[in-house]
């Protein structure tokens, strides 16, 4: 199971950090994933972890604004989203890929087999 949580209102240049708790098992050799939605449109691709955290992969949307970190020991990831614009407003989503391997990463929402609830991003312009 993954809770996701940080979400809230933000002025746009403003930062906040989601959270993502794993529980009822390790998630440890898991890659992890953060993906975005807005009403009407299709799940999107926002950042990607490895295992142990060393390779990271983002969209270019995000590149360079958005930061994603997990610390094993306490079975969460985090997405550190600093410089935030209006566009970055939704809902985001957390997930969990059991099939990587060490070092790999996953782009596509199609790979991942467990997913949060999702926390509402909202900036305001």
């Known amino acids: 199971q993954l809770q996701a949580s940080g979400g809230g209102l933000v002025q746009a240049g403003g930062s906040l950090e989601l959270s993502c708790a794993a529980s009822?098992?390790?998630?440890?050799?898991?890659?992890m994933g953060w993906f975005r939605q807005v009403p009407g449109k299709e799940r999107a691709f926002v950042a990607t972890?490895?295992?142990?955290?060393?390779?990271?992969y983002y969209a270019n949307s995000v590149k360079g604004r958005f930061t994603i970190s997990r610390d094993n020991n306490k079975n969460t990831v985090y997405l550190r989203m600093n410089s935030l614009k209006p566009e970055d407003t939704a809902v985001y989503y957390c997930?969990?890929?059991?099939?990587?391997?060490?070092?790999?990463?996953?782009?596509?929402?199609?790979?991942?087999?467990?997913w949060g609830q999702g926390t509402l991003v909202t900036v305001s312009s």
């Open positions: 009822g098992r390790s998630f440890g050799r898991y890659v």
């Open positions: 972890i490895s295992w142990g955290g060393r390779n990271t």
């Open positions: 997930a969990a890929d059991e099939n990587g391997v060490s070092g790999s990463l996953s782009i596509s929402f199609d790979r991942y087999e467990f």
